[in-house]
């Protein structure tokens, strides 16, 4: 959805905070709990004593509380219970009311998360760390401050609090998953992948080994788990669909990096049965390579990633920016929905103001920590005419730490400011030298996306090559850069 | 439908004088078991008592009546034999028998018509009778059942027996004395005297039953781990007088995915960190019902219920007695002591 947009994705496990990832089903078993309602006769007993006897709270609460205790679900006469319960709340604790509330299943929807944001994160760690002070033991709370400390761009905390965390738990799912993620936050995938391996878990559970898998070739490290994962996927029958998705997914994506998009395309479609949105966005971003179809409405929870790629391949880039804009919010530690949403903004829409306020809202901690978040807020800064702000920031990047086509784009990036400053001639030179830097690092996208702005800076002084306009159109539609064919004809 | 022969001891004339005067109906309130028919019972002085009759009638409508009738006989001897070890020990918390015996009741067959009980001392009724919701709970009160509750357990502890099925309902309230006795050893289990049923998974309620049960996760085959499972239960009791609910269902409401305890034994160490967090956010909610109501003893009052109900059977119990006697109940008991006792005075002022 961008310019940066993966060479080669893979399923890297999402993180969240616990709660989300419970209520998205990646912590617990998807299997459907077995119901222990005949194992018990005081449990029968308190049915009856609920049915025959004047009904009251009391007994209304031991019958729906041991009914949740023994799975006894979709149980009408303990649903009716839970509904009596809930009509007399103000003469019960808030924890009665959760019994119940719980037991009719009124769980929390994703709409209901507070997504993060700064002060939201900041409350969260105050609540945690009084917490722990009361009980220390709580690795998911560890790893919850983690979280809210990486959101907040405060890696060395966040790593502390982890470290704590996959000390207490170092064979938990969503300890590992988490850990593994934040070790990719902060640039070392060999930490990540020293955890995942060392628990026994790994072996046996799919999320973890699936996460294992992906992480090593994400990063280029060699696997011994591929076979593993290959025999597991052709014995595991009894697992649940959701359990196995991410696993099926990223399989088939090692299938596909190997040409054998037919068998990559039948492992998504085992992949897409219950999907998480993690699975789906990977499917979709495949799909074009495979010729696999993925129908997005019938799609998993908080798919925003896949949403946001779904309306960016359309051209509506308008949905695709507010999909973008929640997948932000949803992987807010993460830098790459922040480049996506503002490169949206900015190239697609035009929208620089809202380019920068995204940044500003959303990607603040980035700037000084991801070249490209800087790069676009310089850029929509100096397409908006802010100057002095834009060359400020272009003088705060320490050059001698970027990759080559990080200072290829630089160079796009200082033509334009040139170009704003009427200083033609600079301008077009910088432009000139990003765009064979680029074709010696034979990044075609770069290449035409550079050449796009040159054409568009020439246009505004007036250098209107028509022909030049046409051959970038072209060559962005071969690219699939759609978003830059309309404009490119147009005079601005 | 013929009554059933426990039914009928009204107006009969049983053991030590004893005649059973009232046939108590289950009120809604109650969770006992539904293995036996309760009467009042009075003796020659006028004095009143509380009979347990042994209820055949549903296990002879069970699949191998006489396996369910063997079933029941013994553990009925085994809570009449249990029940005579506490009497004999002197173990003032427990409820203990005044009287047992059987009867043949009349117009019944000598094979089913034998109807064997036990009678207790009278109480007031049981805490989950007289407990009129959270909203309304006295402190003092609770605190004291708390103490008491804890006394009993430990006598119990001391004479290798293990309760395991301490609930509300089962702490008997005997006003008159101002005290609360622990009542039913139906499902406990006595070191000196094996049973088979000490095997099972769940012996109790399953709704105040540690989650490590559900797993049938056990720590080590020692018979004292049953304590930690009599400790969890006595934390529960705080759960239920301040947040309506016990700490097994705080905590399963606190997960909104049901837990797979299917995955038996090593599930439950997967599982802890969950477990733990969710009761960690259960105890959250309770603190402010406690802060509610016991305001400058809630900090004491949480810190005993994190130790007692903590989801780890390793770690249960106070941290100083974890090496050398980590089933003690001794500090439990100073402290509920001096917790009823503060309550009390600030009731007072």
């Known amino acids: 959805m961008n310019i940066n947009d993966y060479e080669a994705r893979q399923i890297i496990p999402r993180w969240y905070p616990f709660e989300m990832a419970l209520y998205l089903g990646e912590v617990l078993p998807n299997s459907k709990p077995v119901n222990y309602r005949n194992k018990f006769t005081s449990y029968l007993e308190k049915e009856i004593d609920w049915m025959r006897n004047i009904k009251t709270l009391s007994s209304a609460l031991d019958f729906v509380g041991t009914a949740l205790v023994v799975n006894d679900f979709n149980n009408d006469n303990a649903v009716k219970a839970s509904e009596f319960i809930l009509d007399n709340e103000k003469k019960i604790s808030s924890l009665a009311i959760q019994l119940a509330k719980r037991y009719v299943n009124e769980e929390k929807k994703i709409s209901n998360f507070s997504l993060s944001d700064d002060n939201n994160c900041r409350n969260n760690i105050v609540r945690i760390k009084a917490a722990l002070k009361m009980y220390p033991y709580n690795s998911i709370a560890w790893a919850d401050m983690a979280y809210y400390y990486a959101v907040l761009g405060q890696n060395a905390k966040s790593d502390k609090c982890m470290f704590i965390a996959v000390n207490y738990s170092p064979d938990n799912r969503y300890i590992l998953r988490s850990a593994a993620r934040l070790y990719l936050h902060l640039h070392d995938p060999e930490k990540a992948l020293y955890y995942l391996r060392k628990s026994e878990n790994t072996r046996y559970d799919p999320w973890l080994l699936s996460s294992e898998i992906s992480i090593s070739e994400a990063f280029d490290i060699k696997t011994k788990n591929i076979k593993t994962a290959k025999y597991f996927l052709t014995k595991v029958d009894d697992l649940p669909s959701k359990d196995l998705a991410e696993l099926f997914g990223t399989i088939a994506t090692l299938e596909a990096k190997s040409g054998a998009n037919n068998k990559a395309k039948k492992l998504f479609k085992n992949a897409l049965i219950d999907p998480n949105e993690n699975t789906v966005a990977q499917a979709f971003w495949m799909s074009p390579q495979i010729g696999l179809h993925v129908d997005l409405s019938n799609k998993a929870e908080a798919s925003f990633e896949a949403d946001g790629r779904y309306y960016f391949s359309i051209g509506n880039y308008k949905d695709a920016l507010e999909s973008t804009i929640k997948w932000l919010k949803f992987q807010p530690f993460c830098s790459h929905p922040v480049i996506s949403a503002s490169y949206i903004s900015g190239v697609c829409l035009n929208d620089y103001n809202r380019s920068i306020q995204i940044i500003k809202d959303y990607g603040n901690h980035f700037i000084e920590k991801d070249f490209f978040v800087k790069n676009n807020y310089i850029f929509s800064l100096a397409s908006l005419g802010r100057i002095s702000e834009a060359e400020k920031l272009l003088d705060s990047i320490n050059i001698g730490s970027l990759q080559n086509n990080e200072k290829a784009t630089l160079l796009a990036t200082e033509g334009l400011i040139k170009y704003r400053k009427n200083l033609i001639d600079e301008g077009r030179k910088l432009y000139e030298d990003a765009i064979e830097n680029f074709k010696i690092l034979k990044d075609e996208k770069r290449t035409v996306l550079a050449s796009y702005f040159l054409s568009r800076e020439e246009k505004r002084i007036g250098n209107d090559n028509i022909l030049l306009s046409e051959k970038i159109s072209k060559s962005a539609k071969r690219l699939g850069l759609n978003e830059l064919i309309p404009k490119s004809n147009i005079k601005e | ?349």
Not at chain 2, 56 to 67: E, H, I, N, T, V
Not at chain 2, 160 to 185: C, M, R, T, Y
Not at chain 2, 308 to 323: A, F, I, M, Y
Request: with cysteine; proline share 4%.
């Open chain 2, 1 to 349: 439908m013929a009554i059933r022969p426990a039914m009928k001891l009204l107006g009969l004339d049983l053991v030590d004088g004893w005649k059973a005067i009232k046939l108590i109906e289950p009120k809604s309130t109650d969770t006992g078991s539904c293995f036996s028919v309760g009467y009042i019972v009075r003796n020659n002085d006028g004095k009143e008592a509380f009979l347990k009759a042994l209820d055949y009638s549903r296990a002879l409508q069970s699949d191998d009546p006489a396996k369910e009738l063997q079933k029941l006989t013994e553990r009925f001897n085994f809570e009449r034999t249990l029940l005579d070890k506490c009497r004999n020990k002197h173990m003032s918390k427990i409820v203990t028998a005044i009287a047992h015996g059987k009867i043949t009741v009349p117009g019944e067959s000598s094979e089913h018509g034998v109807v064997q009980y036990i009678v207790f001392e009278k109480a007031d009724g049981n805490i989950r009778q007289l407990y009129n919701l959270s909203k309304n709970i006295d402190t003092t009160w609770c605190l004291r059942s708390l103490h008491n509750s804890a006394v009993a357990l430990q006598q119990l502890h001391t004479h290798g027996i293990a309760h395991q099925d301490l609930k509300p309902s089962n702490v008997l309230v005997f006003a008159k004395d101002q005290e609360f006795k622990v009542a039913d050893l139906g499902r406990a289990s006595d070191k000196a005297v094996p049973f088979h049923y000490d095997e099972m998974q769940i012996a109790g309620d399953p709704s105040y039953a540690p989650i490590e049960l559900e797993y049938n996760f056990r720590i080590s085959d020692e018979f004292q781990r049953k304590y930690g499972i009599d400790m969890y239960h006595l934390g529960s009791l705080i759960f239920f007088y301040f947040s309506d609910v016990s700490a097994t269902e705080a905590i399963k409401t606190k997960l909104t995915k049901s837990l797979n305890t299917s995955k038996e034994g090593k599930g439950f160490t997967e599982d802890l960190p969950y477990i733990r967090y969710a009761f960690i956010e259960a105890v959250n909610d309770l603190r402010k019902d406690v802060f509610d109501k016991a305001e400058d003893l809630t900090d004491e009052i949480i810190n005993i219920v994190q130790e007692l109900c903590e989801p780890d059977p390793s770690k249960r119990g106070h941290p100083l007695d974890r090496v050398n006697n980590p089933y003690s109940l001794e500090r439990y008991i100073t402290s509920f002591d001096r917790l009823a006792e503060k309550a009390e005075v600030r009731l007072s002022k």
